[in-house]
């Protein structure tokens, strides 16, 4: 005895192992098949429509279905073939990032190429922990090591238009500064912003840094609101001249100061396209950073959980040990060293936090 195999169940064979059609009509039906395969398949098919007909006539309608679909996939085997060819078109997959960077220079009208640019973007899920995001493409290729990430300082609520503002005012505050106080004799790639230091009157003593040359274009993230917010905060500076453009996400819409109707670069330009591998850049910069941060206020939380541990008591312990993972790999006597912990309290947080977490 046979067991039918699963082209039976799914209807690809007669299944004649196990006796399921007989001899005759198996060979009839390779007969058909090789008058098909001869060139004579419209022969073919006016005969398994004569038969679908007769199958119909005797009431035998499952066998009329089953021949009604082997005459529908012959003609469907029949019907020319299609073929299309691409159309022609300017679409060239980017293997020199520099192609688009002077493209976007001619889209903008910068009458230079846009080697460095700087790209900002806010984060700002809910009402805690907005952040932003500054992202650098050198080249048209990303400068990992010049990425900065901003917690909102000033700003509470979901204001992305003062988060902009702040998030720029503080990036160029501080490379003029760090200009004046470590580079006085530096050059920078725009004309004016050295009048900005002088109207500057923070004299904190920031890091020296070599990182002081000033993007040849800066792009926010957003339209006409975000835009106004950071053109404002430059011109604050000084940095009148220095060209910036803001990209709406829904319809890719690129604006500019000044230019209430927006530039709108044609989808298949690699100018549009580098454009928006900087904006999703900075915008995935952005997302990690506020991700992490509720993490952090996640696990954060778990102290309040934890008996005997006021809100002070909680401040104290993480400004001591920077988070609650480094406290979990504490021993009760380091907690303990802790003013306002005893040993009795330092055991009972170490006993907490290693039965919570920790994996």
Same mark, same amino acid.
């Given at each position: 005895?046979?067991?039918?195999?699963?082209?039976?169940?799914?209807?690809?064979?007669? /299944?004649?192992? $196990?006796?399921?059609?007989?001899?005759?009509?198996?060979?009839?039906?390779?007969?058909?098949?090789?008058?098909?395969?001869? %060139?004579? +398949?419209?022969?073919?098919?006016?005969?398994?429509? =004569?038969?679908?007909?007769?199958?119909?006539?005797?009431?035998?309608?499952?066998?009329?279905?089953?021949?009604?679909?082997?005459? #529908?996939?012959?003609? &469907?085997?029949?019907?020319?073939?299609?073929?299309?060819?691409?159309?022609?078109?300017?679409?060239?997959?980017?293997?020199?990032?520099?192609?688009?960077?002077?493209?976007?220079?001619?889209? @903008?009208?910068?009458?230079? /190429?846009?080697?460095?640019?700087?790209?900002?973007?806010?984060?700002?899920?809910?009402?805690?922990?907005?952040? !932003?995001?500054?992202?650098?493409?050198?080249?048209?290729?990303?400068?990992?090591?010049?990425?900065?990430?901003?917690? $909102?300082?000033?700003?509470?609520?979901?204001?992305?238009?003062?988060?902009?503002?702040?998030?720029?005012?503080?990036?160029?505050?501080?490379? @003029? @500064?760090? /200009?004046?106080?470590?580079?006085?004799? !530096?050059?920078?790639? =725009?004309?004016?912003?050295? #009048?900005?230091?002088?109207?500057?009157?923070?004299?904190?003593?920031?890091?020296?840094?070599?990182?002081?040359?000033?993007?040849?274009?800066?792009?926010?993230?957003?339209? &006409?609101?975000?835009?106004?917010?950071?053109?404002?905060?430059? =011109?604050?500076?000084?940095?009148?001249?220095?060209?910036?453009?803001?990209?709406?996400?829904?319809?890719? #819409?690129?604006?500019?100061?000044?230019?209430?109707?927006?530039? *709108?670069?044609?989808?298949?330009?690699?100018?549009?396209? *580098? @454009?928006?591998?900087?904006?999703?850049?900075?915008?995935?910069?952005?997302?990690?950073?506020?991700?992490?941060?509720?993490?952090?206020?996640? #696990?954060?939380?778990?102290?309040?959980?934890?008996?005997?541990?006021? =809100?002070?008591?909680?401040?104290?312990? *993480?400004?001591?040990?920077?988070?609650?993972?480094?406290?979990?790999? /504490?021993?009760? +006597?380091?907690?303990?060293?802790?003013? %306002?912990?005893? !040993?009795?309290?330092?055991?009972?947080?170490?006993?907490? *936090?290693?039965?919570?977490?920790?994996?």
């Amino acid at each position: 005895d046979y067991k039918h195999c699963s082209n039976d169940v799914i209807k690809n064979c007669s /299944a004649p192992c $196990i006796a399921r059609i007989t001899r005759e009509d198996y060979m009839a039906r390779i007969d058909e098949a090789c008058e098909f395969l001869g %060139g004579r +398949a419209k022969d073919l098919v006016a005969a398994l429509e =004569q038969e679908m007909q007769r199958a119909a006539a005797r009431l035998d309608f499952e066998k009329a279905a089953e021949l009604r679909d082997m005459v #529908e996939d012959l003609k &469907k085997t029949l019907s020319p073939t299609r073929s299309f060819e691409r159309a022609r078109s300017k679409v060239v997959t980017t293997i020199d990032p520099m192609a688009d960077v002077r493209e976007l220079g001619e889209e @903008l009208g910068l009458g230079s /190429a846009p080697l460095v640019m700087e790209c900002f973007d806010i984060a700002n899920i809910g009402t805690a922990h907005c952040v !932003a995001s500054m992202v650098r493409f050198k080249n048209g290729v990303p400068d990992n090591a010049n990425y900065r990430r901003y917690r $909102i300082r000033i700003v509470s609520g979901q204001n992305d238009f003062a988060a902009m503002s702040e998030v720029i005012r503080r990036r160029f505050s501080r490379i @003029l @500064l760090e /200009a004046k106080k470590a580079h006085p004799d !530096a050059e920078f790639s =725009q004309e004016n912003p050295l #009048e900005a230091l002088r109207r500057l009157e923070d004299e904190s003593a920031p890091k020296a840094s070599t990182f002081v040359r000033l993007p040849d274009l800066v792009i926010v993230d957003g339209g &006409k609101g975000q835009l106004s917010s950071a053109t404002k905060e430059l =011109q604050r500076l000084g940095l009148y001249d220095l060209p910036i453009i803001g990209l709406a996400k829904e319809n890719e #819409e690129v604006y500019r100061p000044g230019n209430p109707d927006p530039l *709108l670069i044609s989808h298949d330009r690699g100018a549009l396209k *580098l @454009l928006q591998r900087i904006r999703d850049e900075a915008h995935r910069w952005a997302n990690g950073y506020h991700q992490l941060l509720l993490g952090r206020r996640v #696990e954060e939380s778990l102290l309040d959980d934890c008996p005997g541990v006021s =809100q002070n008591r909680k401040q104290a312990l *993480l400004k001591a040990f920077g988070s609650v993972a480094r406290l979990r790999k /504490a021993t009760p +006597a380091d907690i303990a060293a802790l003013p %306002g912990i005893g !040993a009795g309290l330092a055991a009972q947080i170490h006993d907490f *936090l290693q039965s919570h977490g920790g994996d």
